[in-house]
């Protein structure tokens, strides 16, 4: 039997591949239950190992295991295309602060794990008090903001880290992975690139 923590990243690693499925030509076609159901086939087919390995695994191998926060972006993701009709769970400014949260935490964590200061802020991800108040404190933060995909997005990771949903010990893997931090810190620069350039032509 497959232990908890293949199968959570596994998953994680699978949303991906559903998301490209329900992209194709034949997936749009089809009724929205016919729809979830070629999703759920689609699930089965990249979960199963041929030859030892499987569509999920062979990504696994290439990027590791996803964190909670991209498992959460990818299942909205998925969900709005499953569900084209309904209201989107997140608004523009929702999803802007949550991938500004990501890219800061990105730039104050990555080039230290490489080696480029003296700090290692990837240590404090072993059960540190301090990054648990402070995650606590922007959380309640945010939803005095009116923001709610942040909080959730906190408790999620907090949530994952605490029950060993993962491999890994390490907080910090729940909240963020290099192919997320790549991708909040690309778009929090074109928007704001596009925002400096709105404003430089009023």
Known sequence: MMPFTDWSGLTGLAL?????AVHLPYAQ????LRRVLFIAGAYVVVMIPVFGLSLAGWLRG?????SLTSVLLLGSALYARLNSAATPLWDARERA???LFIS???LLLYPFALGWGPLDPYRSGYGSI???VMLALLALWALRRGLALLPLTIALAVTGWSFACYESTNLWDYLLDAPLAIYALWVTIK????????????
């Open 16 to 20: 991906v591949w559903l998301l490209l």
């Open 29 to 32: 076609r089809l009724a929205p």
């Open 62 to 66: 290439m990027v590791g295991d996803l």
């Open 97 to 99: 602060s949550l991938l």
């Open 104 to 106: 800061v935490m990105a």
């Open 130 to 132: 301090g990054l648990i």
């Open 191 to 202: 928007v704001n690139l596009q925002y400096a350039l709105r404003r430089k032509h009023v």
